[in-house]
């Protein structure tokens, strides 16, 4: 069992940054893959980044590729989506997930655990 908290979430300008953290609880929290999705209003749950679970691995959506970078401490039980040029589009909840299958990380479906998210908004 695995409980995930996001934080870091906040009202930004075009082209800010934000670091957004997920700590999870649980002694085994290296062997979980985990992922970043978002779910902006009136649009279905997508995937931003994911990394595995070493951390040697890791995967973007095209749309953060180059801005965003997920890293994660096994040490601290945390996971970490730095976000740099933030832009009015990437307004969304974000949810952090976990799961200890493999698969495609990019489905939330491949995730059993979740978050419950913390907000960002991007100002223009």
């Known amino acids: 069992q695995v409980q995930l908290v996001e934080s870091g979430g906040g009202l930004v300008q075009a082209g800010d940054s934000l670091r957004l953290s997920c700590a999870a609880s649980g002694r085994t929290f290296s062997s979980y893959a985990t992922g970043w999705f978002r779910q902006a209003a009136g649009k279905e749950r997508e995937f931003v980044a994911a990394?595995?679970?070493?951390?040697?691995?890791?995967y973007y959506a095209d749309s953060v590729k180059g801005r965003f970078t997920i890293s994660r401490d096994n040490a601290k039980n945390t996971v970490y989506l730095q976000m740099n040029s933030l832009k009015p589009e990437d307004t969304a909840v974000y949810y952090c997930?976990?799961?200890?299958?493999?698969?495609?990380?990019?489905?939330?479906?491949?995730?059993?655990?979740w978050g419950q998210g913390t907000q960002v908004t991007v100002s223009s």
């Open positions: 990394i595995r679970r070493s951390g040697a691995i890791t």
């Open positions: 997930a976990a799961t200890a299958y493999t698969g495609s990380y990019n489905d939330k479906r491949t995730y059993n655990y």
